[in-house]
């Protein structure tokens, strides 16, 4: 059964008032800026979680900015896993950017761990230049890296970039919305995909020429076809759920994006 995960990175807005006009690096920064000092991080890390719990979801991607691996002390760890437990909530995946040197790898590691999930989504510089070191870490830390199409274009090229080997520790994670440009395509990537898949980002888009997100009712990417062909390849692995508009709150259609996806997938 797959899980269904809402990804933080939704609120890249929250901090900046939903009016991001700098574009994501803004809003990175603010929400680093938000929940490093640990004198407000408890109010500002559950008020994030009753949000997302509120809203019906019950497993989060918890992207880095909201507890980022360079920042992050054993108080903050200790601080997040009490108040993610408290609201009955599961970590489907870590997210973000994992470093680009070995220091900052292991940094992103050892909070994964401690945070007791298993899967890292997104990208590492310090992979894609030092893949053998970064597998032996991984193994080291019992994790599993799912590197996300960004740049890439089709399956292949993102295949080239991750490898086929190892695919107990390295695989692939299908982001909805870069893949939105291939038209009929993106069914194929999926297909080729399957057997390195570890995650799903089922995301909408606007329009094909466009990086911002709609709801999973207003957008151009044929997303109850991608479900329809996840469940073709019997993928059980997570879907997260992403919307992130730059100026208003995802809440209300992140919301109504579950329930669409949640009757998705039981059919």
């Known amino acids: 059964m797959n899980t269904i995960s809402f990804i933080t990175a939704n609120f890249v807005a929250r901090e900046a008032g939903f009016a991001l006009t700098e574009g994501w690096h803004q809003g990175n920064n603010a929400t680093n800026d938000y929940f490093r000092p640990i004198d407000t991080f408890p109010k500002r890390f559950e008020a994030l979680l009753k949000e997302i719990k509120q809203l019906g979801f019950q497993a989060i991607d918890l992207w880095i900015a909201h507890l980022h691996w360079a920042w992050a002390t054993r108080e903050h760890t200790k601080i997040a896993n009490s108040l993610i437990a408290k609201h009955r909530l599961q970590i489907a995946s870590l997210a973000g950017n994992f470093g680009a040197t070995r220091m900052e790898f292991e ?3 050892k909070l994964a761990n401690t945070m007791e999930l298993r899967l890292l989504v997104g990208g590492a510089s310090y992979f894609y230049y030092n893949r053998q070191a970064a597998i032996e870490i991984l193994r080291k830390h019992r994790l599993e890296l799912a590197i996300v199409n960004h740049q890439e274009t089709s399956a292949e090229k993102l295949l080239e970039k991750v ?15 870069w893949y939105a440009t291939l038209g009929n395509e993106l069914f194929l990537a999926i297909e080729k995909l399957a057997p390195n898949l570890k995650m799903v980002q089922l995301k909408n888009l606007v329009n094909e020429n466009s990086k911002e997100t709609a709801a999973y009712d207003d957008g151009v990417v044929p997303l109850q076809s991608c479900v329809e062909k996840l469940i073709e390849i019997r993928y059980n692995g997570p879907v997260a759920i992403e919307h992130h508009p730059f100026d208003r709150n995802p809440t209300g259609e992140c919301q109504m994006s579950l329930e669409m996806l949640t009757r998705w997938l039981s059919t």
Do not use: P, Q
Request: aromatic residues 0%.
């Open 163 to 177: 490898g086929t080997d190892n695919h107990d520790v390295i695989g692939v994670a299908i982001d909805t919305g």
């Open 107 to 109: 940094a992103a590691c």
